[in-house]
Antibody
Framework: EVQLVESGGGLVKPGGSLRLSCAAT????????MSWVRQAPGKGLEWVGR??????????DYAAPVKGRFTISRDDSKNMLYLQMNSLKTDDTAMYYC????????????WGQGTLVTVSS | EIVLPQSPATLSLSPGERATLSCRAS??????LAWYQQKPGQAPRLLIY???NRATGVPARFSGSGSGTDFTLTISSLEPEDFAVYYC?????????FGQGTRLEIK
């Protein structure tokens, strides 16, 4: 059974940093492009970015609002996905989900339960 | 960026009725469109991928159609558990984008 479990959310001040983690089980993690999607309270879904597999270069792509501030990385030896968030803004307040289809299609069959990030002074 | 306006924003129907939700892409995306259902406090659930393919375990009352720029999600006969928010998503080009959602509520 595929499981994605996010952690690391919490309350942080504007300008601060936070690192989110996503633990993946039940599939071959190293073969999967992995994405982060966020949802501000009461709002819609917003794609944050994705990271490809090592075979595909392990490169990451980002949405414009987070580019230069957020970094996605992966550790295939631990089946872990990360989102390093720097220079946080109040607009970054959201539930953050990791998501995948176990392949490279960027359609999301599998989602974690999310971890809440609140940016507030 | 490909924009995906969804209509209507809110749809009020009764169980047993047919629901038709629309998603229109700002440029052609072939069939690279997915539909998700989200209930309060839950992660989204994939319903339809590549415009017309039902995801595993999705009931047959859900169907998707369209290509290019105009897409439709149809629920043939609403069940009580279908009242939720529905999002479309394109994967044709980066950045991946979602529609703003259609809230399907009980009339």
């Amino acid at each position: 059974e595929v499981q994605l479990v996010e952690s690391g959310g919490g309350l942080v001040k504007p300008g601060g940093s936070l690192r989110l983690s996503c633990a993946a089980t039940g599939f071959t993690f190293s073969n999967a492009w992995m994405s982060w999607v966020r949802q501000a309270p009461g709002k819609g879904l917003e794609w944050v970015g994705r990271i490809k597999t090592k075979t595909d270069g392990a490169t990451a792509d980002y949405a414009a609002p987070v580019k230069g501030r957020f970094t996605i990385s992966r550790d295939d030896s631990k089946n872990m996905l990360y989102l390093q968030m720097n220079s946080l803004k109040t607009d970054d307040t959201a539930m953050y989900y990791c998501a995948t289809d176990r392949g490279s299609s960027s359609r999301y069959n599998y989602w974690g339960q999310g971890t809440l990030v609140t940016v507030s002074s | 960026e490909i924009v995906l306006p969804q209509s209507p924003a809110t749809l009020s129907l009764s169980p047993g009725e047919r629901a038709t939700l629309s998603c229109r892409a700002s440029q052609t995306i072939s069939n690279y469109l997915a539909w998700y259902q989200q209930k309060p406090g839950q992660a989204p659930r994939l319903l339809i991928y590549d415009a017309s393919n039902r995801a595993t375990g999705v009931p047959a009352r859900f169907s998707g159609s369209g290509s290019g720029t105009d897409f439709t999600l149809t629920i043939s006969s609403l069940e009580p558990e279908d009242f939720a928010v529905y999002y479309c998503q394109q994967r044709s080009d980066l950045p991946i984008t979602f529609g703003q959602g259609t809230r399907l509520e009980i009339k």
